[in-house]
């Protein structure tokens, strides 16, 4: 079965550089959530879109912003990085109408900033 | 206090054994409530979901959560090295795009 997508898989920047993180859901999946993992952590909820309107908002930067598009996959934008950044940052999709609410998870994108 | 409290581990175990894993809740609006098994830098693996209260098998896998005691637990029946992992509960209210709220972790190690 198809899973989510991120791209890239592993990123390295440099401090103050920008980075855009993308995600495409299960197919027919209209929910979209981003998560970022620090090392040890457990995974700490970012932002979520449903049907291309943003949801919910955790502790997102305002440096972040990110957005959902009409093919429902989403994109996380991070601006003046920062060494905290440095995480694995997961997004998954889950399709509302299925009542459930399980979210799948993507493998990951890693960030590394210097 | 965290939303979710979950004992981080490492929880060690010989292969073949029950593994009972668990956590506990302060939040009495979850109503959706998950399991994930994390790999080493992979994504967290949806293991298990229950909705409300009550018990769910798969397998070797049972989840039993318990609403008026706010506890959830996962058990894993003749447990393998394979299972060596991260388990990882999650809990939400259930509304469309709501985030999930995730215990710290428990390290399972499950030895040959």
């Known amino acids: 079965a198809a899973g989510v997508i991120q791209s890239p898989r592993h990123l390295i920047k440099e401090k103050r550089e920008t980075a855009t993180l993308k995600c495409y859901p299960i197919p027919r999946h209209d929910t979209v959530y981003w998560y970022q993992q620090g090392p040890g952590q457990d995974p700490q909820f970012l932002i979520s879109f449903y049907e291309k309107m943003q949801s919910d908002k955790g502790s997102i930067p305002d440096r972040f912003s990110a957005q959902q598009f009409s093919d429902y996959h989403s994109e996380l934008n991070m601006s003046s990085l920062e060494l905290g950044d440095s995480a694995l940052y997961f997004c998954a999709s889950s399709l509302v109408a299925a009542s459930t609410d399980t979210q799948y998870f993507g493998p990951g994108t890693r960030l590394t900033v210097l | 206090q965290k939303e979710v409290e979950q004992d981080p581990g490492p929880l060690s175990v010989p292969e073949g054994a029950i593994v009972s894993l668990n956590c506990t809740y302060s939040?009495?609006?979850?109503?959706?409530f998950m399991w994930y098994r994390q790999y080493s830098r992979k994504g967290p693996e949806l293991l298990m979901y229950t909705y409300s209260s009550g018990n769910k098998e798969d397998g070797r896998f049972t989840a039993q959560v318990d609403k008026s005691s706010k506890y959830i637990s996962l058990f894993i029946r003749d447990s393998q090295p394979s299972d060596s992992a991260t388990y990882l509960c999650?809990?939400?209210?259930?509304?469309?795009?709501?985030?999930?709220?995730f215990g710290g972790g428990t390290r399972l190690m499950v030895k040959p």
């Open positions: 939040n009495s609006a979850f109503q959706y």
């Open positions: 999650a809990m939400s209210a259930g509304n469309a795009g709501n985030m999930l709220t």
